[in-house]
């Protein structure tokens, strides 16, 4: 799958409420009340990933979940990416 | 809860199979046949740490966990985060 341009991430962006670069991958910050409901919201992104059979990079800082994604066979952010990226706000309400 | 020396560290370090100093954190990194497996791994670990209130951070790249443990609120390494270590080293099996 074609790597995005910068500029095509760039315009992509604009419609995914809170992603932004992060060197070669887009990514999200999530915070929540405590550890137990950022784990809820963990696992519910896990099942899409593996439905979508493509996996953010998930760091877990007790109620703060940054969720991190890039194609790393393209080399770069695809259209998976950003796919992915609007799947995971979604279920983030 | 006080926080223990270098030399207290790579004392229980030796009893702590996998773990290594990372900066201010002891950290291991554990690796899975999948995505699946590591996060019932990671789910383990959620658990146990709920219940001892004490909560590593938790990098996940597809089947690959990397779990730290610093007690944030003593500045460094305690018998807290040794605690924990023996306790997932335990679930890792």
């Known amino acids: 799958m074609a790597v995005l341009t910068d500029v ?7 419609s995914l409420n809170g992603w ?3 060197g070669s991958a887009i990514q ?9 409901a950022a784990m809820q919201f ?3 992104i896990a ?7 493509h996996h953010p990079d998930i760091d877990i800082r007790y109620n ?5 994604l890039v194609s790393h066979d393209s080399g ?18």
């Not at 999200?28 to 137990?36: A, E, H, L, N």
């Not at 703060?64 to 991190?68: E, G, P």
């Open 8 to 14: 095509e991430i760039q315009k992509e962006l604009t």
């Open 20 to 22: 932004q670069r992060n």
């Open 28 to 36: 999200r910050v999530f915070r929540f009340p405590d550890f137990k």
């Open 42 to 44: 963990v696992n519910k």
């Open 47 to 53: 099942e899409a990933a593996e439905q979508a059979n």
């Open 64 to 68: 703060t979940v940054t969720m991190a």
């Open 76 to 93: 770069g952010v695809t259209q998976r990416d950003v796919r992915m990226a609007g799947t995971i706000n979604k279920i983030a309400g």
